[in-house]
Each structure stands twice: as C-alpha cells, then as structure tokens.
C-alpha cells in the first residue's frame, strides 16, 4: 500500500515569495491535516480536511495560509507572502477517518531567507 | 484543551540496553487514544505504538511496550534490545475527538 505522499521535500524561496505543498494521502483516507513543524519542536496542526471539508482551521494563518483539497484527494497548502518564521518543515497526514490513526508522509522543508 | 509533557529532552543508551522515555499529558475528555511517534533524521513521522484509552491492557509491538497509567496520565514508552535504527525524536502524541496534539519530543540516541 503507497503511504502518503509529499512534494516537493525541499523549497527554498524568499521573504515575500509565495510556495505550494502537494500532499496525495493514502487511498481511501477521508481526512487530510497539515501540520507545521518548527525545528526543535512538535508538529502543530494547520489544518484538517474531512473528505473535501474543513473541520478545523482554527491554527491557520489564514492572512497568508491558504489550504484546498479539491475532490477529497489530493491537497495544497499555499503560503503568500513568506515570512522568516515560516521556516519549517511541512507535513501532510491522513487517517481513514477523524480519530484514527495518522499516518504522515516525509515531508516539506521550507526555508524562507 | 489537550497538554502534553516530555520530560527527557534528550537521551543516550548504549545498543542492546533497554530505555524508557516519558510521558504525561492532560485532557478533559474520557476516550481518548495515546500514540508514540518516532521520528528520524529522514524526517518521515513513523507510528510505533498506539493504545486505546479504555483499555487497561498495555500495548505491545515487537520491542516497544508501553506503561499506561491512566489515573497518573502517564503513557510511557519502552524500547527493548535497543538498536542503533532507534535513533530518532519520539512523540507522545494524546488524541482526543478530533485533534493530535504532540509533546515537544525526547531526542533518543543509540551508541554503538
């Protein structure tokens, strides 16, 4: 079974740039998160996707954020304009539904110079 | 809300030892589950052991056992005959209704 997947796994732009993450979850997986991972510490959850649907955002800077999940597969994470601070690495996960198990793919890291 | 607590910001054993890292978490809610997540230099978010709240049984894979306190909320983790492919950042991650919400890791090292 194909887990989830990333790309690109690496992005390096300017402050002021924008950027796009891909995400393809596991077949058959309703919900999609994103979450941002600031080095040194845990995964923060952006975002979560039930099928095409947001169920929380409530972590998204969405002045700049921007998520969509078109047909309740695939997923894009946007980001306009970058900022220093949103260095990090990106991770995509899914679950089969909301409270199952996640399952995380190998991630984005952005540097934002 | 859901807080989680990793005590052990970093950790080194020699191969083969066993090693227990810790967790303490809170929550209001009464099903719930407990994760452990390994994650190493590939960056890749690797599940190790999952445990159901409403279980008193401790979860068990392979070499990784957990200590499920529930009346503490502890949710300790394990790792038996370590090797050097543990070398990771492991996750406590408690799960409520909805959200995963991870502790800020303990970094595990193996020496050969």
């Known amino acids: 079974e194909a887990g989830v997947a990333q790309s690109p796994r690496y992005k390096i732009i300017e402050k002021r740039q924008s950027v796009a993450f891909w995400c393809n979850p596991i077949?058959?997986?309703?919900?999609l998160y994103w979450y941002q991972q600031i080095l040194g510490q845990g995964p923060k959850l952006l975002i979560q996707?039930?099928?095409?649907?947001?169920?929380?955002d409530s972590q998204l800077p969405k002045d700049r954020f921007s998520a969509e999940r078109l047909k309740g597969v695939d997923s894009t994470l946007k980001i306009q304009p970058a900022k220093l601070e949103d260095s990090a690495v990106y991770l995509c996960?899914?679950?089969?539904?909301?409270?199952?198990?996640?399952?995380f793919g190998p991630g984005t890291r952005l540097t934002v110079l | 809300a859901q807080t989680v607590t990793q005590s052990q910001p970093e950790m080194s054993v020699q191969e083969a030892e066993t090693v227990t890292l810790s967790c303490t978490y809170d929550?209001?809610?009464?099903?719930?589950?407990l994760f452990w997540y390994k994650q190493p230099p590939s960056r890749q978010m690797i599940l190790v052991i999952r445990?159901?709240?409403?279980?008193?049984q401790n979860a068990t894979e392979n070499r990784f056992s957990v200590n499920f306190q529930k009346a503490a909320k502890s949710f300790s983790l394990k790792i038996s005959d370590s090797q050097l492919g543990d070398t990771a950042m492991y996750f406590c991650?408690?799960?409520?209704?909805?959200?995963?919400?991870f502790g800020q890791g303990t970094r595990l090292t193996i020496n050969p």
């Open positions: 445990q159901e709240a409403y279980k008193q």
């Open positions: 929550t209001s809610e009464s099903n719930y589950y």
């Open positions: 996960a899914s679950s089969l539904d909301h409270a199952d198990t996640q399952y």
């Open positions: 077949s058959g997986h309703a919900t």
């Open positions: 996707f039930q099928n095409n649907g947001v169920v929380d």
């Open positions: 991650a408690p799960q409520g209704a909805q959200k995963l919400v």
